[in-house]
């Protein structure tokens, strides 16, 4: 019984693997979208007087923030996406996370913003989105920069800074999540 458990334990992450390659794939084929809180920004949530055009009044990518991007964008070239339709919160560190990735130009995206401080707007919002990403045209892979409160409304799921999810199309209801890649 032990050495089956023992087979087991080991033979766990070759399957986690084999998951992650088809989700990775799905993306590049079009199947499947990558959405990512952006990467290390110290503090937490929203100062209440941001100034989406002014970066003096948010919290910002530190160092470890901006290598982490450059990490991402690495590991996407690395599997085959080499370029890429990239939508970004308007937060400074999430355009500067979009940004890093060197993937693709930046396309700002409201739906992307943060409403940690207007959490009424949580559902609303998060259909926005969802008409978003469903009014989107085939094309190259996809990648959103976000924020932790819209991908756990999205998917419950609750992300550190810099992972992303994998998430299948079409998005119907809660959205598949295909893998969950820390950074």
Same mark, same amino acid.
């Given at each position: 019984?032990?050495?089956?458990?023992?087979?087991?334990?080991?033979?766990?992450?070759?399957?986690?693997?084999?998951?992650?390659?088809?989700?990775?794939?799905?993306?590049?084929?079009?199947?499947?979208?990558?959405?990512?809180?952006?990467?290390?920004?110290?503090?937490?949530?929203?100062?209440?007087?941001?100034?989406?055009?002014?970066?003096?009044?948010?919290?910002?990518?530190?160092?470890?923030?901006?290598?982490?991007?450059?990490?991402?964008?690495?590991?996407?070239?690395?599997?085959?996406?080499?370029?890429?339709?990239?939508? *970004?919160? @308007?937060?400074?560190?999430?355009?500067? #996370?979009? $940004?890093?990735?060197?993937? =693709? +130009?930046?396309?700002?995206?409201?739906?992307?913003?943060?409403?940690?401080?207007?959490?009424?707007?949580?559902?609303?919002?998060?259909?926005?989105?969802?008409?978003?990403?469903?009014?989107?045209?085939?094309?190259?892979?996809?990648?959103?920069? *976000?924020? @932790?409160?819209?991908?756990?409304?999205? #998917?419950? $799921?609750?992300?550190?800074? =810099? +992972?992303?999810?994998?998430?299948?199309?079409?998005?119907?209801?809660?959205?598949?999540?295909?893998?969950?890649?820390?950074?």
């Amino acid at each position: 019984m032990f050495l089956k458990i023992l087979l087991l334990l080991l033979l766990l992450p070759l399957a986690a693997n084999a998951d992650d390659a088809s989700a990775w794939q799905a993306l590049k084929d079009g199947n499947a979208m990558l959405l990512m809180r952006h990467t290390h920004a110290p503090g937490n949530g929203v100062a209440t007087a941001v100034i989406l055009n002014d970066c003096s009044t948010q919290r910002n990518l530190d160092e470890q923030g901006k290598r982490e991007a450059g990490d991402w964008g690495e590991r996407l070239r690395r599997h085959g996406i080499t370029e890429a339709r990239v939508y *970004s919160s @308007q937060f400074c560190r999430a355009l500067e #996370t979009a $940004r890093l990735l060197n993937v =693709g +130009e930046v396309e700002p995206a409201p739906a992307l913003n943060s409403f940690f401080l207007t959490r009424e707007r949580r559902s609303a919002q998060t259909e926005q989105l969802k008409q978003f990403i469903t009014g989107l045209e085939p094309g190259l892979p996809i990648v959103m920069i *976000s924020h @932790q409160v819209n991908i756990s409304a999205l #998917t419950s $799921r609750f992300p550190a800074a =810099g +992972e992303a999810l994998i998430l299948a199309f079409p998005l119907t209801g809660r959205p598949e999540v295909l893998a969950s890649i820390r950074p």
